[in-house]
Nanobody, 115 residues
């Protein structure tokens, strides 16, 4: 099973970035896909989740700025990040959870926010 993120990089405060993630391989039905972030010296924490039926959950600080979406047929998930803030800078990880509650993580992609 592979989970691969793309789209990381540099953004300006107030700007936008879009992250994408694709899960492939011998993976059972994916129930939940989501994004987590880990800033330097901090624990990995939830950013946003989306279920197979489209229910979403957002961490408070990104609510209204970030939008998560997915394509169930392609096992892909995206994170549209708008109105970026310096504190959004972190390594962002994609996670897929299958119907047997197995977690699959991507390798992470770095987001830098600076002017």
């Amino acid at each position: 099973v592979q989970v691969v993120e793309s789209g990381g990089g540099w953004g300006q405060p107030g700007g936008s970035l879009r992250l994408s993630c694709a899960a492939s391989g011998s993976i059972r039905s994916i129930v939940v896909m989501g994004w987590y972030c880990q800033a330097a010296g901090k624990e990995r924490e939830l950013v946003a989740l989306i279920s197979s039926c489209g229910m979403t959950t957002y961490e408070n600080s990104v609510q209204g700025r970030f939008t998560i979406s997915r394509d169930n047929d392609k096992n892909t998930v995206s994170l549209q990040m708008n109105r970026l803030k310096p504190e959004d800078a972190a390594v962002y990880y994609c996670k897929a959870v299958d119907s047997w509650a197995n977690d699959y993580w991507g390798q992470g992609t770095q987001i830098t926010v600076s002017s």
